[in-house]
């Protein structure tokens, strides 16, 4: 999937995912006006907790992956229909 955004998820889905994507562009856009609509979607603190270790772990790894300049597998690439970085 390339943008979770084309995709006619659940409403309470759909707010956690919009939720992530905060949470990564600025993690204290969270708070507990967030978790609250998150409650009110029908989340538990449970669920909830683990989608912000989730979210923490993998904004985590992508920039350590970054900062040392990982390259994607060359496999990764040809899933997705993309170019692998030897091919460029």
Do not use: C, K
């Amino acid at each position: 999937m390339e943008d979770y955004r084309q995709v006619e998820w659940d409403p309470s889905v759909r707010m956690l995912l919009d939720f992530a994507v905060q949470v990564t562009r600025d993690p204290h856009v969270g708070g507990e006006a967030a978790i609250e609509a998150l409650r009110g979607a029908g989340w538990s603190d449970a669920a909830i907790l683990e989608a912000v270790e989730v979210i923490g772990f993998f904004n985590y790894y992508n920039r350590l992956a970054d900062a040392l300049g990982v390259e994607p597998e060359p496999e990764w690439a040809a899933e997705s229909g993309e170019r692998a970085a030897d091919d460029y």
